[in-house]
């Protein structure tokens, strides 16, 4: 079974390719399981790529090249305590791309774009040591006709906080791996509450976790990333 995937530019993360986490999201959107998502390439832009299917896992090709691979995953439903929507506003304030972003044209937290048309999460520093935390409030774009948040939204919010916090330490990464579960639905216009915690690294592999929260349901999703040093 085969399908194709496009990606729009309003979808990018670095200029020229899609963001890490939309990418991720809307594969997942093709299994039933908590997928282990790996980028294998930058997701070209505005090209069509085949999605191809063999027993449980998938590859995502363009033209033969091998983009991205998807396969079964696990990850433990645990998160640090996040800090209330107010509090989480004023650390937004501490955003580190403020002062300097690799990808100021990321869907999900650059700095040149502007909501409705991106997602405008920007953690900053809570205080607390190794958490940064952001303020979200899903608009009605992001809508999958339910009155909820289509999964690769969530999955794309949960992916730049996991590279900010590395962002922190003045380094220029890329999404190597995701993986994520959403235990919840988030509701279109539902205050929300990122945050993004440093695991550790190995080398030029650094380690992050993210989770998004809501007042009424609390941890409602979590995500795991491994990200890659660039110069």
Known sequence: MNNKLIIEPRFCGPKNSGNGGYVCGMLANQVDYIP??????PPPLLVQMDIQRENDSLELKYNKELIATVKPGFIDFEAPQAPDFKTA???SKNYIGFKDHPYPSCFVCGTDRES???LCIYPGRTGED???AAPWVPDESLNNGQGYVSQEFIWSALDCPGGNIVMEKGLKVL???MTAKIKHPIKVGEECVVIGWLKGNEGRKYYSGTALF???KGLCAVAHAIWIHVQ
């Open 36 to 41: 282990e998502i790996t980028l294998r390439k």
């Open 89 to 91: 506003i004023n650390s």
């Open 116 to 118: 409705p048309d991106a």
């Open 130 to 132: 190794n958490l940064i």
């Open 175 to 177: 999404l190597g791996r």
């Open 214 to 216: 809501t007042k009424n």
